[in-house]
C-alpha cells in the first residue's frame, strides 16, 4: 500500500477543500488525462450546467481510476480547468467535486480559467495524477 501524506506547511492558510502538499512513497504513479462532461458515447452530460458537468468529469476520473486498480483516495493531484471562470464559480464546482472526496483528505488542486476547451459545449476538464500500489 503506498503511503500519502497530506501536509499542512505552518505559515499556509489551512483550506479543507484541497491540500497544499502530498507526498507519496512506495507507489506506482498514475496519470489520467483531462476528463470532460461526456458519456461512453461520447454525448455531452449537463450541457450548460457546471454543476452537472463537474460531477460527471468526476465520475470518468473515477472510471479511469478504477481501470488503473485505483480509486479516489489514490488521487495526490488534481488541476481542473473551467471556461470563463468566475469566483462565483468555484463553491459550485467545489460542492458538485467534494462529494468524491468525503471522509478522505483531500488531493493537491489547482484551478485554472481558461477561454474555451476542446470543444465548446465543454465548461469543465480535470486532469489527475494518483499513486497506487
Do not use: C
Not at 489514490?74 to 472526496?101: C, M, Q
Not at 478522505?104 to 499513486?131: D, H, R
Amino acid at each position: 500500500m503506498p503511503k500519502l501524506d497530506h501536509l499542512r506547511p505552518s505559515g499556509l492558510h489551512h483550506n479543507p477543500a484541497y491540500s497544499h502538499v502530498v507526498t507519496a512513497t512506495g507507489a506506482r504513479t498514475i496519470y489520467i488525462s483531462g476528463q470532460v462532461s461526456t458519456d461512453e458515447e461520447g454525448r455531452i452530460v449537463g450541457e450548460g450546467d457546471i454543476a452537472a458537468q463537474t460531477t460527471q468529469v468526476m465520475q470518468n476520473l473515477g472510471l479511469a481510476l478504477k481501470a488503473a486498480g485505483a480509486s479516489y483516495s489514490n488521487i495526490v493531484k488534481i488541476t481542473t480547468f473551467v471556461v470563463n471562470y468566475k469566483p462565483e464559480l468555484r463553491p459550485i464546482i467545489g460542492k458538485a467535486r467534494s462529494a468524491f472526496f468525503e471522509s478522505m483528505e483531500p488531493p493537491a488542486s489547482t484551478l485554472v480559467g481558461v477561454s474555451a476547451l476542446a470543444a465548446p459545449e465543454w465548461l469543465i476538464e480535470i486532469e489527475a495524477v494518483a499513486v497506487a500500489d
